[in-house]
């Protein structure tokens, strides 16, 4: 049987003009997740990524601290929804709602999941990138690219929103379930599938054993 590990990328740079790039510390994660599946023996012999400069990054400071050397595959169905764009459409919609400059990410994050909401149930207005059919579909069609493969471990590095989804395909969770797990997940966290001909199965779900070292004040963060 063959397994694949999906993770999150490493904090990324939260309200900064180009979120699409890892942070110091987003850096640190990674290859603090890296050195540790390497004692635990945990190595990959296939790497595939989405297309966005954050899963790039992710994954070479993870194949640093692995001392792991091998060529990266890019899916673009493991890249995150536009986020920014369904908050715009939301707040366009309820202009009441915006955060007041100044509060805490929080205050982001509770419209950010009543706009994934509204999208899911197709309610979200405007011009929007994709649906949330395609969204799930283009990640499904990620999952099965993952699984296509003589490949025994393969590291997958995504972003929250298609872990989620891909636990939604896997465990078969309607959408609310789905838009719970996505606001869950933390950085450079790997959750662990097996896979054989019948399809895949979760073994373990938002591992972060690299950042709970005592010395590892603040690695646990979500953004």
Same mark, same amino acid.
């Given at each position: 049987?063959?397994?694949?590990?999906?993770?999150?990328?490493?904090?990324?740079?939260?309200?900064?003009?180009?979120?699409?790039?890892?942070?110091?510390?987003?850096?640190?994660?990674?290859?603090?997740?890296?050195?540790?599946?390497?004692?635990?023996?945990?190595?990959?012999?296939?790497?595939?990524?989405?297309?966005?400069?954050?899963?790039?990054?992710?994954?070479?400071?993870?194949?640093?601290?692995?001392?792991?050397?091998?060529?990266?595959?890019?899916?673009?169905?493991?890249?995150?929804?536009?986020?920014?764009?369904?908050?715009?459409?939301?707040?366009?919609?309820?202009?009441?709602?915006?955060?007041?400059?100044?509060?805490?990410?929080?205050?982001?994050?509770?419209?950010?999941?009543?706009?994934?909401?509204?999208?899911?149930?197709?309610? $979200? @207005?405007?011009?929007?990138?994709?649906?949330?059919?395609? #969204?799930? !579909?283009?990640? +499904?069609?990620? =999952? *099965?690219?993952?699984?296509?493969?003589?490949?025994?471990?393969?590291?997958?590095?995504?972003?929250?929103?298609?872990?989620?989804?891909?636990?939604?395909?896997?465990?078969?969770?309607?959408?609310?379930?789905?838009?719970?797990?996505? $606001? @869950?997940?933390?950085?450079?966290?790997?959750?662990?599938? #097996?896979? !054989?001909?019948? +399809?895949?199965? =979760? *073994?373990?779900?938002?591992?972060?054993?690299?950042?709970?070292?005592?010395?590892?004040?603040?690695?646990?963060?979500?953004?």
């Amino acid at each position: 049987m063959a397994e694949f590990y999906l993770v999150r990328h490493g904090q990324a740079s939260f309200g900064s003009d180009n979120y699409d790039q890892l942070s110091p510390m987003g850096y640190q994660q990674a290859s603090w997740l890296g050195e540790h599946l390497l004692q635990q023996d945990i190595q990959f012999d296939r790497v595939v990524t989405g297309s966005m400069l954050r899963h790039e990054q992710t994954a070479q400071n993870i194949c640093n601290g692995l001392k792991l050397d091998t060529p990266f595959e890019i899916h673009e169905g493991l890249n995150e929804y536009d986020f920014y764009a369904l908050v715009k459409n939301y707040l366009q919609m309820f202009p009441e709602q915006q955060p007041k400059k100044g509060e805490k990410h929080s205050a982001f994050y509770k419209v950010l999941k009543k706009a994934i909401t509204m999208w899911a149930d197709n309610k $979200l @207005q405007g011009d929007l990138p994709e649906t949330f059919t395609q #969204f799930k !579909n283009r990640v +499904g069609d990620a =999952l *099965a690219f993952v699984q296509d493969t003589p490949a025994k471990r393969t590291l997958v590095v995504t972003s929250g929103g298609p872990i989620a989804m891909a636990m939604c395909h896997v465990l078969q969770l309607n959408n609310e379930k789905m838009i719970q797990l996505n $606001l @869950q997940i933390k950085n450079t966290s790997y959750s662990q599938f #097996f896979f !054989n001909q019948q +399809g895949p199965s =979760l *073994a373990s779900f938002n591992n972060t054993a690299h950042l709970e070292k005592e010395d590892r004040e603040g690695g646990l963060t979500y953004g």
